[in-house]
Structures are given as structure tokens and as C-alpha cells.
């Protein structure tokens, strides 16, 4: 009697600036020989960089290509998906960090402009659910800018109160759940990793302080405090105070359109990863998700985790993960780390080099 195959499941996260979801779920499937292992793969993401392709797949989405601004409002091309009257947005399409220059980042100035205008075109074409994946932007101006945009491109007076999006509904997809203001707020955790220096950090809170007592006093009530208002600069905060969104976690949401759990029945190994993981990787973020989906079915297959970077490995492993893999332990001398075929080869060794000796 021929040998039952051993089912694989692969959902990888990007790894920033270097391989997609996709292309690190492909490295990896690549150390598997067909004649012995069913393997699956899934384009995962929890709404940060790579969420426009993940969830477009997932909904069977059509690319739409939209003219935009980068924060510093240059000229550029985005994208976003459309399913139906389902819009899916990745904000980071028009105002992404990875856009701006180094030595030109600076939140003071960066504006969440271009967000508005990838709104504007899903609204065009009668969109009547966004879904908003919120992360991995240079701006910190708590959706000012696009509010502008959407202000510019939907009304003719110039008005916030004549912006109707009546029967529009907003669904946030974010792993972020910081308030817009204080220490654990858009501006003191964010702000840095954009460019601010203590002084803008200052600056910006003291920009977003106002504007959200301003908002308040306009809408009757403060989404300041809520949780994910200080996601992508503050956007987060824009689309809870005058969209009336709804946060969820990205991942959760993706893995219900995937229908994730049931494709997990019957599983012996599962094989997920990111590029950098440490400790915050148990704080909901995907590699983290994926552990809970795949601990609690009644199959109980073993998890792998694999990163460009870990640290914290023996929280990791009590967290669940059987294994926890450098894919740079075959990295060779004066080879970049973020050069894409050489991550392809690292990821994809690193897997058949413990399926040789693993049992599962």
C-alpha cells in the first residue's frame, strides 16, 4: 500500500524589503519532494507591508492601478484591489516609509495625502466596503492629509461635514494597538523610526493633542484612546473618528476568508516565519497567529518558524514553535543578507536541512 503524504502547510509573512510572502512561502516549498509531502502555500499578512497582494488573492481581488503622492507628495503610482464592491487598500502603497529617502524622512512634513486619493478612486468606483490595511507608513500626522484628499476629491465646498460616506463601511486590518496619544501613542513609539528626533516627538503629540480635542469638539466624541487610533501615524485615529471604522486583526481577518482552519485538518507540519523574530512576534503578530490556529487543531501538527533575525529563541519555543530557525546560518562571507536570491537559497536550505533529520 502506497505511503499516505505528509501535509504541509506554508504561510510565511514578508520579509521587509526583501522577499514577499509569496516568494519566502515559495523558497521554502522548494525542500519539500513532491513524492512524499502535500504541500500547500498561503500569502499571508496581518495589514502591513505585502497586505494588498495576501488579501487580494484571498478575495480573488482585481488590481487596479491609481495615480497617487508619496508622503512628500511626489508623484507616484499605486495600487488597490477591488472584488465586487469590496475595496481592499494598503496605505502604505502611497505613503510607505520604503519610498522616502533616509536623509529626507521627516514626519513634520510627510503627509498621509496620498491615502485619501486611493480612498477617493475605491469611492469612484462604488465601493461600498474598505478594507484598510494600516501599517508601514512615513507619516505621523493622524490622517490629516487624507482627510484633505478625500475633502478635495468628494466635495465641492471644501467642508469636512459635506464628505458623506453614507452605507461606506470601513474595516481596518492592523497587529497595532496603540492609542493616538501618550507614551504608548502614534508620535512617542513611531514617530522615531520615521525620522523624528525628540523634539518632533514633542511636536507631534502636540499636533495630534490638538487635533484630536479639535475632532472631538466636532464629532461629539474622542476615538483618541482607543485602541489602534495611533496605528500608521494616527490614520488609525482619522478612520475611527470620522469613518466610524472597526478594527480587527489583520490576520484573523485574512484567515477567515482563507478559510485557514480547514485547510489545516489533517496537517503534520506547519511552516510559518518573518524576517526579524523575537519576543514581540508573541504580540499578535502572523507567525504568532498562525501558532494559534495551528495549536488548536485537533491535528496538533508541529510548527516551525523561520526569520531572516531571531532573538529570544527560548520564548519562542515555550510559546509553542518546535522550531525556531536563523535562515542566515548558511549565509556566507560578504553576501548580503537582503539580496532576494540569496534569502531564496537561505530559506530554502534551512528547511530541507531539518526535514533530512526531523520527524513529524
Same mark, same amino acid.
Given at each position: ?13 514578508? @520579509? ?5 510572502? +509569496?516568494?519566502?512561502?515559495? *523558497? ?27 488579501? +487580494? ?39 510607505? #516609509? ?88 502614534? *508620535? ?13 516627538? @514633542? ?21 483618541s484612546k482607543t485602541a489602534g487610533a495611533g496605528a500608521a501615524g494616527g490614520l488609525g485615529y482619522a478612520f ?17 476568508? #482563507?478559510? @485557514? ?29 498562525? #501558532? ?12 516551525? #518558524?523561520? +526569520? ?43 528547511? *530541507? ?6 520527524? @513529524?
Amino acid at each position: 500500500m502506497e505511503n499516505k503524504k505528509k501535509k504541509v502547510v506554508i504561510a510565511i509573512d514578508s @520579509f521587509k524589503g526583501c522577499l514577499t510572502s +509569496a516568494e519566502a512561502n515559495a *523558497a521554502a516549498s522548494r525542500a519539500f519532494d513532491d513524492r512524499e509531502y502535500d504541500v500547500s502555500t498561503f500569502s499571508v499578512s496581518d495589514g502591513g507591508d505585502g497586505m494588498l497582494d495576501a488579501f +487580494a488573492n484571498a478575495w480573488n481581488a482585481k488590481t487596479v492601478e491609481v495615480p497617487t503622492h508619496d508622503a512628500l507628495m511626489r508623484h507616484r503610482t499605486g495600487n488597490i484591489a477591488i472584488a465586487g464592491d469590496t475595496a481592499i487598500i494598503e496605505v502604505a502603497q502611497s505613503v510607505g #516609509l520604503s519610498f522616502i529617502e533616509p536623509e529626507q524622512r521627516n514626519p513634520l512634513v510627510a503627509t498621509s495625502y496620498g491615502v485619501g486619493e486611493l480612498i477617493a478612486e475605491a469611492l469612484h468606483r462604488c465601493c461600498k466596503h474598505l478594507i484598510i490595511g494600516l501599517g508601514g507608513t512615513a507619516t505621523s500626522d493622524c490622517g490629516i492629509g487624507m482627510l484633505h484628499a478625500l475633502i478635495d476629491r468628494m466635495t465641492h465646498s471644501g467642508n469636512i461635514d459635506d464628505l458623506k460616506l453614507d452605507g461606506v463601511d470601513v474595516t481596518l486590518a492592523t497587529d497595532v494597538g496603540n492609542p493616538l496619544l501618550g507614551s504608548d501613542g502614534a *508620535a512617542s513609539v513611531f514617530g522615531p523610526q520615521k525620522g523624528a528626533s525628540p523634539e518632533m516627538v @514633542f511636536q507631534l503629540e502636540h499636533r495630534a493633542e490638538t487635533f484630536s480635542r479639535l475632532s472631538a469638539k466636532h464629532c461629539g466624541r474622542d476615538e483618541s484612546k482607543t485602541a489602534g487610533a495611533g496605528a500608521a501615524g494616527g490614520l488609525g485615529y482619522a478612520f475611527l473618528q470620522f469613518f466610524d471604522a472597526r478594527i480587527i486583526s489583520g490576520a484573523d481577518l485574512l484567515f477567515s476568508q #482563507l478559510n @485557514f482552519d480547514k485547510k489545516l485538518e489533517g496537517c503534520d507540519l506547519v511552516i510559518t516565519g518573518e524576517g526579524s523574530a523575537d519576543r514581540q512576534t508573541l504580540m499578535g503578530k502572523l507567525p504568532q497567529k498562525v #501558532l494559534e490556529h495551528a495549536s488548536k487543531s485537533a491535528d496538533n501538527p508541529v510548527a516551525w #518558524l523561520i +526569520a531572516g533575525k531571531t532573538e529570544d529563541e527560548d520564548e519562542l519555543r515555550e510559546a509553542g514553535f518546535t522550531r525556531v530557525i536563523n535562515i542566515n546560518e548558511f549565509l556566507k562571507d560578504g553576501e548580503d543578507p537582503m539580496d532576494k536570491d540569496i534569502a531564496r537559497r537561505n530559506i530554502e536550505q534551512s528547511v *530541507a536541512s531539518r526535514i533530512r533529520f526531523e520527524r @513529524f
